[in-house]
């Protein structure tokens, strides 16, 4: 079946440093979305990516597509301690509501 | 609009009980899917219902089962629970089948023991 790995894990990084998660696919996509769980929350849509190569960006959030629609990349600039959280990435792959989800990266961003 | 809301939050159960969960999408939207997050296995699809048909549905045992009603409010229901099934269960509505966003309830936290 389908899998999608995110990397890292985990990041432990100091306020106002960049961070970036990875997500890869083993298949090409139809589009890849982006979720944000707070802890003890549940996930928050984020942004949904739909062509090869797109590039979009959120105040300091940019999401990135790969041109092989395999891969995509989220990067945080600057963090702040509200971007504490487990980022996931969900790979559709031409069905919206059965997504794939990512393993997650869990961003801890300390003072 | 209100959102996404669960019932029960929190539930203990005994293995080989059973249990349901429910779900109530935000108005409007027809489509509920339900996931299980776990620590070790982390988010999977469990199944998708629209305007009361089961659309999709992931890889679980036959002991994972749904429903939708009328009103496009849903239950999940496990049969003889496993000791494994402990986890938390998140349901997520849309408008309909051509909106991708989903917007996730704040889950119910299955205990089994």
């Known amino acids: 079946g389908q899998q999608v790995m995110q990397i890292p894990q985990y990041q432990h990084v100091q306020e106002g440093e960049d961070f970036t998660t990875y997500c890869n696919s083993s298949?090409?996509?139809?589009?890849i979305q982006w979720y944000k769980q707070r802890p003890g929350g549940h996930p928050v849509f984020l942004i949904q990516?739909?062509?090869?190569?797109e590039v979009k960006k959120q105040k300091r959030l940019t999401f990135q597509f790969g041109e092989a629609k395999k891969n995509s990349s989220l990067h945080i600039t600057a963090t702040q301690t509200t971007d504490v959280g487990t980022y996931f990435c969900?790979?559709?792959?031409?069905?919206?509501?059965?997504?794939?989800f990512g393993t997650g990266t869990r961003l801890q961003v300390t003072l | 609009k209100a959102g996404v809301t669960q019932t029960p939050r929190y539930l203990i159960k005994t293995r080989g009980q059973q249990v349901t969960l429910s779900c109530s999408p935000i108005?409007?939207?027809?489509?509920v899917s339900w996931y299980q997050q776990t620590p070790g296995q982390g988010l999977q699809f469990l199944f998708e219902?629209?305007?009361?048909?089961?659309?999709n549905k992931g890889n679980f045992p036959g002991r994972f089962s749904g429903r939708q009603f009328s009103n496009s409010r849903s239950e999940m229901n496990v049969s003889t629970l496993e000791l494994g099934d402990s986890a938390l269960y998140l349901c997520?509505?849309?408008?309909?089948?051509?909106?991708?966003?989903?917007?996730f309830g704040p889950g119910t936290r299955l205990t089994v023991t």
């Open positions: 997520a509505s849309r408008a309909g089948q051509s909106s991708y966003e989903q917007y």
């Open positions: 298949t090409t996509l139809s589009n």
């Open positions: 990516l739909v062509k090869s190569g």
């Open positions: 969900a790979a559709d792959t031409g069905t919206a509501s059965k997504l794939t």
């Open positions: 108005s409007g939207h027809r489509s």
């Open positions: 219902y629209f305007s009361e048909t089961q659309r």
